[in-house]
């Protein structure tokens, strides 16, 4: 029985049986759905995603390691800029807290990569080989042609979208289209076939075999979430003192066929069908309370509505409440969990606003100047004194920029050098340039000022101190 997987909260001993959850429609079961199929839709399309502007990238996001720049959409992101990405982390971080702190594990039972690609493989096992009733029978058949044709295909399939899954992992991180050829043809980096290997292989097995077993054994995030929960935390709830009533549950008899009979009889609500068990992924029995293994993915919830709702009783026996709205809560703790809340919404607001501003701050270029050394000081043929500079600008919009390099505190004609400087969009560009001075003039001069504007953008131009060396 599947209930005898689940993890009561009184052991840490699971018992590793495969579970085949039954399936089950209702509310929750079609958010599932729907966030599953906005999720592959966006994962397995972004990469294709054309986004046109003068980066270069030709797509929305690039992840270009190679060349250490980060393209997503019209920002270009360069390794000065990676306190934007830990901002990003961060915030992310935080998010996951509060959200553990205030809705139990609803990111394991709707978001979480592992759920989702485990529920795609579902949807294949049960496409290929019908219902849970159907797929356990399978399993016990004796082996015949069928049986081999059925659990091959199921396998195929898996194989077919762990190996796109892989593949499309890899396409973030060069050109799509080209790496695409570059890959069947044989001729791509050898990390490329390396990735997809070893996320092909990962994918199958975490996703065909291992499913929740990760959530138990494996995922951080489970072993620490027990923590954050308190009597004000959203999970999902089996009302005790209604499912059992006096006398317990009771499986609708000739004599207990309606609520009213149910309730002069002090029977719960619950008829012990099962269904609620039989749904849940994790072999969860949530009539027992709150266990580790439960991923809050809401399918006991519709499954008991559906039961409920067949026999005519109140929809909410199992459903997403706090414990203190069911159980009396000290007044104390109440006040605890309010600061508690408060505070993660207060981190979640300071990170928002601190990722906020690195995010609107980022600089549109850099510009590094570095003065030639060797040699210092060039004296020319009409004894004046030059000094070599050289200018490093990088791009980093997603649109082609001119520079303008102007001086002050120097004598009209000692500048020699581009003073337009056009850079692609994400792009670097080098340009010498020098400054020569008559000796008298030299002599007096040890200072002077470089200003580059971008043309689009004149606010953000930089003035630097540079020095002139005489000897
Ligand atoms: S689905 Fe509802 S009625 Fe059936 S066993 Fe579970 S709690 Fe009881
Ligand atoms: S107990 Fe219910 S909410 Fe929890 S994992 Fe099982 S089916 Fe999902």
Known sequence: MQAEAALSSHTSVRKVIPIIPYSVKGRYRNVKSIILNIAFAIYFFLPWMPWENDSGAGQAILLDIQHSRFYIFNLVLFPQDLMVLLGILVFAAI?????????????????????????????????????????????????????????????????????????????????????????????????????????????????????????????????????????????????????????????????????????????????????????????????????????????CVDACNNIMDSVKLPRGLIRFDRDENIKETDQGMKRWSRIKRGGYMSMLAASAIFTWHLASSLEPYTAIVEQGRQPLVTQLSDGSLRNRYQVRITNKTGERETYHIQTSGLPEGSFRGWQRIVVPAGKSYTSDFSVSLAGPMAARTNRFSLTITPEKQPGAAKTQEMSFFAK
């Open 95 to 299: 998010l996951l807290f509060v959200s553990a702190a205030m809705f139990g594990r609803i990111f394991c039972g709707f978001f979480c990569f592992q759920t989702l690609w485990t529920d795609a493989f579902r949807f294949i096992e049960k496409w290929i080989q019908g219902e849970a009733q159907a797929q356990k029978r399978l399993r016990n058949a004796p082996w015949s042609a069928k049986k081999i044709a059925l659990i091959a295909s199921t396998h195929a399939l898996w194989l077919l979208l762990s190996f796109a899954t892989a593949l499309t992992f890899t396409l973030y991180f060069a050109d799509a289209g080209k790496l695409l050829g570059d890959i069947f043809a044989g001729q791509a980096a050898i990390a490329a076939y390396i990735t997809i290997s070893v996320l092909t292989s990962t994918t199958y097995v975490a996703a065909g075999f291992a499913r929740e077993d990760i959530c138990f054994v494996a995922c951080p995030y489970g072993k620490f979430q027990g923590v954050m929960q308190d009597p004000s935390t959203v999970t999902v709830i089996y009302d005790r003192a209604r499912g059992e009533g006096v006398k317990g549950r009771q499986a609708p008899t000739a004599q207990l066929k309606t609520p009213q009979s149910r309730q002069e009889q002090e029977f719960g609500d619950c008829i012990d069908c099962n269904y609620c068990v039989n749904v849940c992924p994790t072999g969860v029995d949530i009539r027992k309370g709150f266990q580790i293994g439960c991923i809050s993915c809401g399918l």
